[in-house]
């Protein structure tokens, strides 16, 4: 069996039809849906890109592998997806974006060069690459924000895009009379992208994913990483019209929200992103483009499914459909992502299995607690490798994809290090202490933050839009204590004994007695007596007398 295992940035888990969106139609993540399992509680470690995705493909949370924010390296010997599957004789490769950043520092400390097989790997993040493209390529006073080679651009230069960088002048940019009317703008969201829909980034990597398939004769695993819909909120014709104002949905926010907020809630939402989605206009705008952003992925999707039919490869292909983190668009009146409202930190996740064994739950939906680091030991089961839970802190979903009802996880966690944003200085925090924690048992979620900032508390049952904190209400203290209990349990979890599997351990046992090393025993007969035949019998020499 392949897996196809499809991340969209910044997709929100509500802006699907078949998660009920009003107006968004997306019949191909709907047909996916029909053929699989839709997961309605899916919840990201961190909702930042580059945190989010290294737990994702390392199967561990954020606190165990350490990259907790955009540019923090994946330390050099963290096992990822890749190197589980390759065990299990699966190749895995990427198409598309990672986010990840590779600890050079650690690479030369133990002389591994990047250009090698296992140097390649470790610079990203354990897959082979067909092709990365992490999909940022603005460029400012002090060069590129990203310094690796972009194959996107060098794919528009090849098509007649003439610019040293023709994302940002093409695919991201409309048009203003003579000028660049830039994606960067909002006011610019609904003018149409000035490049072909083809050429488009979206349509650009579907082509790359049936290229990768075509070309495939063994058991493989794709991460087809998509861009889209992330920011710049802007896209081509005729995707840049499909929707207007009337086709969004109210803003889930209420004036409360914005009286005597938590500290931490209160400086997200002062910041600049916030500031420009609370402006209705600016919601108008963008909310359409990225409606239009994802009516495009669907299409995309819809090419990828229809290969694979016409292929006769749907029979043997596991599909995967998930995102790294939502977008508020100014619900809560926030913008972007980084909170535990479920705008950010709830994800949609669609699997579909293709064995007779999950026929029991096709077109179902399942509401378990489920987190993103449940897909890697998801893929490894499938792949048929051995589990590796001293490793990988997920568990397989595969129960629940073939109609079991599995004893399940209690809460679900969730981690965000904001030390490198200017919220940080505005709550009045140190670096070491702008940390937040989510824990969510199903009903209430849990903020807690440290350095000495109340924790918020939302009673999703009675309170599903998340307006009324109960951080400090008085009658939730046994509610509140029942959680920090639950995070205490988390953070006491055994995460850094990665070199030995418990079935190792357990084999260990009695293994130096087998081997002659036998302290504390007063006669030798406490022990069976082949322990101690080698040190039983006649002297050969004697020297004391």
């Not at 897909?375 to 589990?387: H, M, N, S, V, Y």
């Not at 209990?485 to 030995?500: C, D, F």
Request: overall charge negative.
């Amino acid at each position: 069996m392949n897996i196809l295992f499809i991340m969209y940035d910044q997709l929100r888990f509500d802006y699907l039809s078949c998660a009920g969106h009003p107006t968004l139609d997306t019949p191909n993540f709907d047909r996916v849906a029909a053929m699989g399992l839709r997961f309605t509680n899916c919840y990201v470690q961190s909702p930042i890109c580059g945190a989010s995705r290294m737990s994702t493909y390392t199967g561990r949370y954020a606190s165990s592998h350490g990259a907790q924010w955009n540019g923090f390296p994946l330390r050099v010997g963290e096992v990822t997806l890749g190197d589980h599957l390759r065990k299990a004789g699966m190749d895995c490769w990427l198409i598309g974006k990672t986010h990840m950043k590779v600890d050079s520092e650690g690479m030369a400390r133990l002389g591994l060069s990047a250009d090698s097989m296992i140097g390649a790997r470790q610079a990203e993040c354990g897959f082979d690459v067909w092709v990365r493209d992490d999909g940022l390529w603005g460029e400012g006073p002090d060069g590129f924000y990203d310094d690796k080679r972009s194959p996107y651009n060098e794919y528009l230069k090849s098509k007649g895009y003439d610019s040293p960088n023709p994302w940002a002048d093409f695919a991201n940019a409309g048009i203003d009379g003579d000028n660049i009317a830039s994606g960067w703008m909002f006011d610019n969201a609904d003018k149409p992208a000035n490049i072909r829909e083809e050429d488009s980034e979206t349509p650009w990597l579907t082509d790359r994913t049936l290229e990768f398939i075509q070309s495939q004769s063994s058991p493989w695993c794709a991460h087809v990483s998509y861009i889209k819909p992330h920011w710049p909120y802007i896209v081509p014709a005729p995707y840049h019209a499909m929707y207007s104002k009337q086709d969004i949905p109210p803003a889930c926010r209420e004036a409360r929200e914005r009286e005597n907020p938590n500290p931490v809630y209160g400086a997200f939402m002062g910041n600049k992103i916030a500031a420009a989605f609370q402006q209705d206009e600016v919601r108008e705008k963008v909310i359409p483009a990225y409606m239009g952003l994802i009516k495009q992925c669907d299409d995309q999707l819809g090419r990828i499914l229809d290969y694979l039919e016409q292929a006769d490869q749907l029979n043997n292909t596991m599909i995967v459909l998930t995102s790294d983190h939502g977008d508020y668009l100014g619900d809560h009146w926030l913008g972007e992502k980084d909170l535990f409202h479920e705008q950010s930190v709830k994800v949609p996740l669609i699997i579909y299995d293709p064995r007779a064994i999950a026929d029991a739950t096709r077109g179902q939906t399942c509401d378990a607690l489920v987190e993103a680091i449940d897909l890697a030991p998801t893929f490894l089961e499938a792949a048929g490798g051995q589990r590796a839970d001293h490793i990988l802190e997920g568990r397989s979903l595969s129960p629940w994809l073939h109609g079991q009802t599995p004893d399940w996880r209690q809460f679900a966690i969730s981690e965000y290090d904001y030390s490198v944003t200017p919220m940080r200085d505005v709550v009045g925090v140190s670096i070491t202490d702008a940390r937040l924690f989510m824990v969510f048992d199903g009903r209430y979620k849990l903020m807690h933050a440290e350095g000495g900032v109340p924790p918020m508390l939302f009673d999703l049952q009675t309170d599903p839009q998340e307006f009324e904190d109960l951080g400090q209400h008085p009658d939730y203290a046994e509610i509140r204590a029942k959680l920090y209990e639950h995070l205490a349990q988390w953070g006491r979890r055994l995460s850094q004994r990665v070199t030995r599997s418990d079935a190792e351990i357990e084999s260990m046992r009695g293994r130096s007695a087998r081997r002659g090393i036998l302290p504390f025993l007063k006669t030798g007969d406490e022990v069976p007596a082949e322990l101690t035949v080698k040190y039983r019998g006649k002297i050969g020499q004697r020297f004391t007398f």
